[in-house]
C-alpha cells in the first residue's frame, strides 16, 4: 500500500504541517469545515437579521431587539464547510521528459499532487483525482477517510506518462462531472491549443469553481540550450522525431514559446486563476510554501 512517504520527503511532508490552503469563493461541501458556504445556518460568523416569520427557530430570536423594539428578528450566520477538492494530474507523453537536470515533470508532478491532497485532507476537506492524457483515465471522487487518501497516493505512484495531450476536452468533462462548486488544482505542462484550453477553463469558472493551475518546465524546455545537430522525439508519439541544428531554430521556437507563455498568462489572469509557473529543477516543497504564504495573507 502506498504512503505518503512513497512519493515525498520527511522534511517535505514536516514542512506542509504548518501550512493551510482556505478556498477564496464559497464552496458547497457536505460537512462543517474552515470555508464559507453559500448556505445559511449555525457558525460565529454573523450575517443580518431578519424578520421572524412563523416556522423559525426560536432558539435564533435576538431578545435584545425584542427589548427594544418590541419585534421579533431572527439572527442568520455564514456557514461553514468543508471543501471538495479534485487534483487533475497530466499524465499526457510530454510529462515523462527528463532533462539535463534530471527531474522527471511526472514525478515532480506527482510530488505536487501528493503534496496538495495530503495538506487538504488534513483540514478535513474532501478531495478527489483526475489522471489523463487524451482523456480521463482515473476519476477518483471526493472523499475525506484517511483510507481515501492511500487510494489517491497508490493511483499516483501506478500511474506512468504516455500518449498524447487534450486537455480542454478533459476539463468540459469534469465540468460535467462535478456537480456542487469547489476547488479544482490542475497540474500540467498545458502543452496543448491555449485557445482551447481557456475555453475549458471558462466553463468550470462559470460554474462555480475555483481554480489553481500550476504549470511544469523543465529547464531545457524554457532556455533550449542545446548546441549540437540533435534528434528531437515527440514523447507524445513515438513515430515522429526531427534532426535538427538547434542554433538554425532557436529563435523561432524562443519567439513561440514567448507568445504561448503569454496567451496562458493572458487568460488565467483573464479568469482570476491562480497561475504558477514551475521550474522543476527549483524544488517543489519551497515553491509549495511561498504560494500558500502568499496566498494567506
Do not use: C
Not at 71 to 81: A, G, L, V
Not at 184 to 198: E, G, T
Not at 245 to 251: F, G, I, K, L
Amino acid at each position: 500500500m502506498a504512503t505518503l512517504s512513497s512519493i515525498l520527503e520527511a522534511e517535505d511532508i514536516t514542512s506542509l504541517q504548518s501550512l493551510q490552503l482556505f478556498a477564496r469563493t464559497v464552496v458547497e461541501g457536505f460537512t462543517t469545515g474552515n470555508h464559507a458556504s453559500p448556505h445559511k445556518g449555525f457558525s460565529v460568523e454573523f450575517r443580518q437579521h431578519r424578520p421572524y416569520v412563523q416556522g423559525d427557530d426560536i432558539r435564533r430570536l435576538d431578545w435584545k431587539i425584542f427589548g427594544r423594539a418590541d419585534r421579533f428578528y431572527i439572527r442568520e450566520f455564514d456557514e461553514e464547510t468543508n471543501l471538495r477538492a479534485t487534483v487533475v494530474l497530466d499524465a499526457s507523453g510530454s510529462m515523462g521528459y527528463r532533462g539535463q537536470k534530471g527531474v522527471q515533470k511526472f514525478d515532480y508532478a506527482r510530488k505536487l499532487a501528493a503534496a496538495m491532497a495530503y495538506l487538504l485532507m488534513s483540514q478535513q476537506d474532501a478531495v478527489g483525482l483526475i489522471t489523463f492524457d487524451s482523456k480521463i483515465r482515473e476519476f477518483i471522487p471526493n472523499r475525506t477517510r484517511i483510507t481515501h487518501l492511500h487510494h489517491l497516493l497508490e493511483t499516483m505512484v501506478k500511474t506512468e506518462p504516455g500518449k498524447d495531450t487534450a486537455l480542454a476536452p478533459v476539463l468540459e468533462s469534469l465540468a460535467q462531472r462535478l456537480k456542487r462548486r469547489g476547488l479544482v488544482i490542475l497540474i500540467s505542462d498545458f502543452f496543448d491549443d491555449a485557445a482551447a484550453i481557456m475555453r475549458a477553463i471558462g466553463v468550470l469558472r462559470k460554474k462555480g469553481h475555483e481554480i489553481i493551475a500550476m504549470q511544469l518546465w523543465d529547464r531545457d524546455e524554457l532556455e533550449f540550450p542545446f548546441g549540437q545537430w540533435s534528434r528531437f522525439e515527440n514523447l507524445e508519439n513515438a513515430e515522429e522525431s526531427l534532426l535538427l541544428d538547434p542554433a538554425a531554430v532557436r529563435q523561432r521556437y524562443m519567439e513561440v514559446l514567448k507568445d504561448f507563455q503569454g496567451k496562458l498568462t493572458e487568460g488565467f489572469r483573464k479568469h482570476q486563476v491562480d497561475y504558477l509557473s514551475l521550474p522543476t529543477d527549483e524544488p517543489h516543497a519551497a515553491a509549495l510554501r511561498s504560494y500558500l504564504a502568499l496566498r494567506m495573507r
